[in-house]
Nanobody, 121 residues
Framework: QVQLVESGGGLVQPGGSLKLSCAIS????????MGWYRQAPGKERELVAT???????DYLSSVKGRFTISRDNAKNTGYLQMNSLQPEDTADYYC???????????????WGQGTQVTVSS
């Protein structure tokens, strides 16, 4: 059974940092690309960062230079390091795995429970 378990969220002050983790089981993680999404209250879900099987990365423009996506295939785990957090980064964060159709990331449809990030003073 495929499972995705996100962790590492919490409450942080503006300018602070958090590192999210995503443990994926039940599938060959190394065969897939990975993406992190977020959904803020009252807003649509947006794709924040992706990392391909070959470790190429891409970011939402508003997080570029502040967030870093990475993966450890040996541990079947993906990460999202978030620095210089701002109140507008407040959201529930979800990891996914999927493929690239051309340059477009397509998640498989499996989702974890998410982890909440709140940036507030």
């Amino acid at each position: 059974q495929v499972q995705l378990v996100e962790s590492g969220g919490g409450l942080v002050q503006p300018g602070g940092s958090l590192k999210l983790s995503c443990a994926i089981s039940g599938t060959m993680f190394s065969s897939f690309a990975m993406g992190w999404y977020r959904q803020a209250p009252g807003k649509e879900r947006e794709l924040v960062a992706t990392i391909s099987r070959s470790f190429s990365t891409d970011y939402l423009s508003s997080v570029k230079g502040r967030f870093t996506i990475s993966r450890d295939n040996a541990k079947n785990t993906g990460y999202l390091q978030m620095n210089s957090l701002q109140p507008e980064d407040t959201a529930d964060y979800y990891c996914t795995f999927g493929t690239f159709l051309g340059s477009k990331y397509s998640p498989t449809g499996r989702w974890g429970q998410g982890t909440q990030v709140t940036v507030s003073s």
